[in-house]
């Protein structure tokens, strides 16, 4: 299915507002909500920034392609973002990857590439340059990951804890940060806190929720050649990257604490959830956090066998949460209670 193309000059209209809103839905559960709560000169402004890296996200990520020609076509798409190379060459670069996507969603994101270009293209300055900025981030990112996994036939770790730091801050604590930018830049007296603080929380919290999808999709990963947890941990525990499917138990101790990372980092998303002063931007900002602490609960009681399920929090606990942020008008004593009940493993086990 081919998406309807933004054309040049002037207002993309309802037709381009109902692209990203379904773009959105179908790729992140979410930040979907969450943008929907967000006041309407700050959603769209996120929504822009978070579609151009998705689809790119993609094509390091199809691995019938070989590395040499991912990594060209990133390369590619990288210069078409900051500008440096004209978007006309996009459905080019891209048209060998669209029918290699047996998802939907990600075979409609390829196709809809130059509408999110077109987006971007069309943002104030000021925001326009700092999501270049991010989005120059996340492709590194990308590039790192292209880099380091480039035989999906050879299980391969990162060398260290700080390369794991390294690329959760990459891919996602540098989202935390334009967050924060953005709100401060469309939002009067979003915070009870100056943006210098603000910033470290929202980087903190971002990393968080990219350790927690590393978490989350580690068995995933393993399949294709990632391991993304410290080549040294595992030297440590005489554990190799292959052996890891082999003996789960063994690799929980390694497992485990990057889990209380990811928990402390949701902290600090909660500490910035308390200092918003506008309830909409709290329930877009909370909202995340809710669903990465929910969804770390929940690999935490699978215990070993997390390698071996797909672990996502239940749609029906998802328009819960929404329900009692919306009727509460997203409190702070109202959050702060629902965090504590989505951390809590032993509720899982309750509902068991």
Same mark, same amino acid.
């Given at each position: 299915?081919?998406?309807?193309?933004?054309? +040049?000059?002037?207002? &993309?209209?309802?037709?381009?507002?109902?692209?990203?809103?379904?773009?959105?839905?179908?790729?992140?559960?979410?930040?979907?909500?969450?943008?929907? =709560?967000? &006041?309407?000169?700050?959603?769209?402004?996120?929504?822009?920034?978070?579609?151009?890296?998705?689809?790119?996200?993609?094509?390091p990520d199809t691995g019938q392609i070989c590395?040499?020609?991912?990594?060209?076509?990133?390369?590619?798409?990288?210069?078409?973002?900051q500008g440096t190379a004209s978007r006309d %060459?996009?459905?080019?670069? $891209?048209?060998?990857?669209?029918?290699?996507?047996?998802?939907?969603?990600?075979?409609?994101?390829?196709?809809?590439?130059?509408?999110?270009?077109?987006?971007?293209?069309?943002?104030?300055?000021?925001?326009?340059?700092?999501?270049?900025?991010?989005?120059?981030?996340?492709?590194?990112?990308?590039?790192?990951?292209?880099?380091?996994?480039?035989?999906?036939?050879?299980?391969?770790?990162?060398?260290?804890?700080?390369?794991?730091?390294?690329?959760?801050?990459?891919?996602?604590?540098?989202?935390?940060? $334009?967050?924060?930018?953005?709100?401060?830049?469309?939002?009067?007296?979003?915070?009870?806190?100056?943006?210098?603080?603000?910033?470290?929380?929202?980087?903190?919290?971002?990393?968080?929720?990219?350790?927690?999808?590393?978490?989350?999709?580690? +068995?995933?990963?393993?399949? %294709?050649?990632?391991?993304?947890?410290?080549?040294?941990?595992?030297?440590?525990?005489?554990?190799?990257?292959?052996?890891? =499917?082999?003996?789960?138990?063994?690799?929980?101790?390694?497992?485990?604490p990057w889990l209380d990372k990811a928990r402390?980092?949701?902290?600090?998303?909660?500490?910035?959830?308390?200092?918003?002063?506008?309830?909409?931007?709290?329930?877009?900002? %909370?909202?995340?956090?809710?669903?990465?602490?929910?969804?770390?609960?929940?690999?935490?009681?699978?215990?070993?066998?997390?390698?071996?399920?797909? #672990?996502? %929090?239940?749609?029906?606990?998802?328009?819960?949460?929404?329900?009692?942020? +919306?009727?509460?008008?997203?409190?702070?004593?109202?959050?702060?209670?629902?965090?504590?009940?989505?951390?809590? #493993?032993?509720?899982?086990?309750?509902?068991?």
């Amino acid at each position: 299915m081919s998406s309807p193309t933004v054309a +040049g000059g002037g207002d &993309p209209g309802h037709t381009s507002r109902g692209l990203q809103t379904a773009l959105l839905r179908s790729v992140s559960r979410s930040l979907s909500p969450s943008i929907r =709560f967000a &006041p309407a000169k700050l959603s769209d402004p996120i929504a822009r920034a978070y579609l151009p890296p998705r689809p790119t996200a993609t094509v390091p990520d199809t691995g019938q392609i070989c590395t040499s020609g991912r990594t060209q076509t990133t390369n590619l798409l990288s210069a078409v973002i900051q500008g440096t190379a004209s978007r006309d %060459v996009v459905a080019g670069l $891209v048209a060998g990857f669209v029918p290699l996507q047996e998802n939907t969603s990600e075979r409609q994101l390829l196709e809809s590439l130059h509408d999110c270009l077109a987006w971007l293209d069309r943002m104030e300055h000021t925001d326009k340059n700092d999501i270049r900025l991010v989005l120059e981030k996340i492709m590194r990112g990308q590039m790192l990951d292209l880099q380091r996994f480039d035989d999906p036939n050879e299980i391969r770790a990162l060398g260290t804890a700080a390369d794991l730091d390294e690329y959760t801050y990459l891919v996602a604590g540098c989202v935390g940060e $334009v967050w924060t930018q953005l709100c401060c830049g469309h939002v009067r007296n979003v915070a009870n806190r100056g943006q210098d603080e603000m910033m470290p929380l929202g980087k903190r919290d971002g990393m968080a929720l990219q350790l927690m999808n590393v978490l989350r999709d580690a +068995g995933s990963d393993l399949r %294709v050649g990632r391991c993304y947890f410290p080549e040294y941990e595992l030297t440590a525990a005489h554990l190799s990257p292959s052996q890891i =499917f082999a003996e789960p138990k063994r690799f929980q101790p390694i497992y485990r604490p990057w889990l209380d990372k990811a928990r402390a980092g949701l902290e600090s998303g909660m500490e910035y959830s308390r200092a918003i002063n506008n309830r909409r931007v709290r329930v877009a900002t %909370v909202l995340p956090a809710l669903i990465g602490a929910r969804t770390l609960a929940l690999l935490d009681a699978e215990g070993a066998m997390v390698l071996q399920r797909t #672990v996502k %929090v239940p749609r029906r606990e998802v328009r819960v949460m929404i329900l009692s942020l +919306g009727m509460s008008l997203a409190s702070r004593g109202v959050t702060n209670a629902m965090f504590k009940r989505a951390a809590d #493993v032993k509720d899982i086990a309750r509902k068991s």
